[in-house]
T-cell receptor, first 116, second 114 residues
Framework: DGGITQSPKYLFRKEGQNVTLSCEQNLNHDAMYWYRQDPGQGLRLIYYSQIVNDFQKGDIAEGYSVSREKKESFPLTVTSAQKNPTAFYLC???????????????FGPGTRLTVT | GNSVTQMEGPVTLSEEAFLTINCTYTATGYPSLFWYVQYPGEGLQLLLKATKADDKGSNKGFEATYRKETTSFHLEKGSVQVSDSAVYFCALSDWYSSASKIIFGSGTRLSIRP
């Protein structure tokens, strides 16, 4: 079955440590995205990548970093510079974005990160 | 810029009641419109979509019509079930800075009583 996997489902870290969240897709999608969701709120875009070896900052990129070395993978690192890292993190993908793109995104199951 | 506004929740209904969740949007051009659903502790699932004016998206008894004249995409279901309890997000496709993105509303939590 094609889909997006995120691991682990729950992650616990001490304050001051960097942590990397995994996102893998086998949908052959070109574009991938990272969102953050806080309790009772909508989704905020952290980073996105439209092709391999290229990525752009979203609305709340400070304190986060990404890489896109392979089409299937888009890991997110939450650095110690992120002031409020505890949140639910969602990865998504979509087909190659075309001019005037109107395509939906497909989401993984999410990783809940708790930093104490 | 483009934006989505949806009714605030929580919305609580009895089983078999009629559901409407309002959604309006602001956009330049002709975006696609989506409804996503999120069950507790899970990611988002695409529920339905519409790509042009007057299109009706439908799935699992839910439906929504792309109304350009009122810039709306309200979600409806004739008879809800307990299993429909979830958070529903209205969203639109966006294209700027040579990138394709999706703008999400803030979500509406729906609870169905048996």
């Amino acid at each position: 079955d094609g889909g997006i996997t995120q691991s682990p489902k729950y992650l616990f870290r001490k304050e001051g440590q960097n942590v990397t969240l995994s996102c893998e897709q086998n949908l052959n999608h070109d574009a991938m995205y990272w969102y953050r969701q806080d309790p009772g709120q909508g989704l905020r875009l952290i980073y996105y990548s439209q092709i391999v070896n290229d990525f752009q900052k979203g609305d709340i990129a400070e304190g986060y970093s990404v890489s896109r070395e392979k089409k299937e993978s888009f890991p997110l690192t939450v650095t110690s510079a992120q002031k409020n890292p505890t949140a639910f993190y969602l990865c998504a993908s979509s087909i190659y974005p075309r001019q005037g793109g109107k395509d939906e995104q497909y989401f993984g199951p999410g990783t809940r990160l708790t930093v104490t | 810029g483009n934006s989505v506004t949806q009714m605030e929740g929580p919305v609580t209904l009895s089983e078999e009641a009629f559901l409407t969740i309002n959604c309006t949007y602001t956009a330049t051009g002709y975006p696609s419109l989506f409804w996503y659903v999120q069950y507790p502790g899970e990611g988002l699932q695409l529920l339905l979509k519409a790509t042009k004016a007057d299109d009706k998206g439908s799935n699992k008894g839910f439906e929504a019509t792309y109304r350009k004249e009122t810039t709306s995409f309200h979600l409806e279901k004739g008879s809800v079930q307990v299993s429909d309890s979830a958070v529903y997000f209205c969203a639109l496709s966006d294209w700027y800075s040579s990138a394709s993105k999706i703008i999400f509303g803030s979500g509406t939590r729906l609870s169905i009583r048996p």
